[in-house]
């Protein structure tokens, strides 16, 4: 029975786990995109198109799973939910993507990234506006929810504003990224102009995971929505690329180069498994929970664009992570106290206990009748004999 206890605490552990598992998954796997596509935009890729081809990636490798996988789970379509995946299709694929690479690349990655750390904010804010999430402020798993989410934010604008002396990162020398080779009012421009579109993004991702968790509701096949996700935002990114990159055709063509691997890494695992990952966590840990871990993704930015891009990493930034990574710890923690495990868990081993011993016991009765019948038999043939 130890051994049965044993399982079944390991299986719940698991079962646990696994959230914080996929969106720490999910966070890595955006990193590398922003440093990625930081790099191809550096090489003049197009950001609208790269939007397009992204998703038409993503749809290529996850349609195919979702005709298949889905078959049995997923509903009819409806004029509502139609309307809802449109709506889903234009906020993250179309606003906040293309809003987000824009405002990359007036600044940095470390930057983009950094700034996209006031989306746990923003998400909470709306959760509680649209009572997805419930604030009981006399508790203390709430408190820490808010008090985490001020942090989250505080730390984003520490890192935006204060910046220190450059840091040397694994003894290299922080060397000047080709786009702050400006005068100070210049660079200031830029970050006003990234500021602002990025934070816009963040509104519209933020609507994008709200909304994508009340269409779960109803449509929920995660695979099917990912892939109508896909397919609508690369339709409806296209519009926008055409009239954006109008007299500039030479953007659509793409060799065996950075362009292209930026567009097959984003389109596979940000676009593809990031939408359908995330879709699986929204439905039992809600939307603040997913966003909650979105300042890991700007640590590993800070790392990866400091060796990679060669950007620079400043102290204000690094004192800013750290500000960030309290407040996440403290929202995860209070989410953590909100969560209630599934009902269809299975029956702990001590209510398991009488339900065996009875089975034994009437097993033991079988076998105690049977051989009474057989010696019954054996007298009598030995009577008649």
């Known amino acids: 029975m130890e051994s049965s206890s044993h399982h079944y605490k390991k299986q719940n552990w698991y079962e646990r786990s696994k959230p914080f598992i996929v969106v720490t998954f999910l966070q890595f796997g955006f990193a590398g995109m922003d440093v990625l596509s930081k790099a191809a935009m550096n ?3 197009s950001n609208y198109v790269l939007v397009v081809y992204r998703h038409i990636v993503a749809f290529i490798v996850i349609a195919p799973f979702a005709v298949f996988l889905d078959k049995k789970v997923r509903p009819r379509m409806t004029f509502s939910i139609f309307i809802k995946i449109v709506a889903l299709s234009i906020l993250e694929p179309v606003f906040d993507q293309n809003l987000y690479f824009l405002g990359m690349k007036y600044t ?3 930057f983009a990234a950094a700034m996209a750390n ?3 904010a923003i998400t909470f804010l709306m959760a509680c506006i649209l009572r997805l999430e419930k604030i009981k402020i006399k508790t203390i798993r709430s408190m820490a929810k808010v008090v985490g989410t001020l942090a989250t934010l505080s730390g984003a604008m520490v890192m935006t504003l204060l910046k220190g002396p450059i840091l040397e990162l694994f003894g290299r ?8 080779q400006h005068n100070g009012d210049e660079i200031t421009q830029h970050a006003i102009k990234g500021f602002v579109m990025i934070t816009i993004g963040c509104f519209s991702w933020a609507c994008f995971v709200i909304l994508q968790t009340i269409t779960l509701e109803a449509y929920p096949a995660e695979l099917s929505l990912t892939a109508w996700i896909c397919i609508l935002g ?3 990114g296209a519009a926008v690329a055409m009239i954006m990159e109008r007299g500039n055709p030479s953007v659509w063509y793409l060799k065996w180069d950075m362009k292209l691997l930026a567009v097959v890494y984003s389109g596979i695992v940000c676009s593809g498994l990031a939408y359908y990952m995330q879709g699986l966590v929204l439905k039992t840990r809600g939307p603040v929970f997913v966003t909650a871990f979105n300042p890991l993704c700007m640590v590993i930015v800070a790392i990866m664009g400091s060796l990679i891009l060669a950007e620079q990493l400043f102290l204000g930034r690094l004192i800013g992570a750290i500000i960030i990574v309290l407040g996440l710890y403290l929202v995860v923690w ?7 495990p599934p009902s269809n868990e299975p029956v702990l081993p001590d209510k398991q206990i009488p339900e065996e011993a009875n089975t034994k016991k009437e097993h033991c009765d079988h076998k105690l009748t049977a051989i009474s019948n057989l010696r019954a038999g054996i007298t009598t043939l030995e009577e008649q004999a």
């Open 334 to 340: 209070g989410k953590s106290k909100d969560y209630t």
């Open 173 to 180: 020398h922080g060397s000047h990224n080709h786009n702050l």
């Open 43 to 45: 090489k003049g890729m």
């Open 234 to 236: 690369a339709a409806e």
């Open 118 to 120: 006031m989306l746990p």
């Open 108 to 110: 940095t990655a470390t």
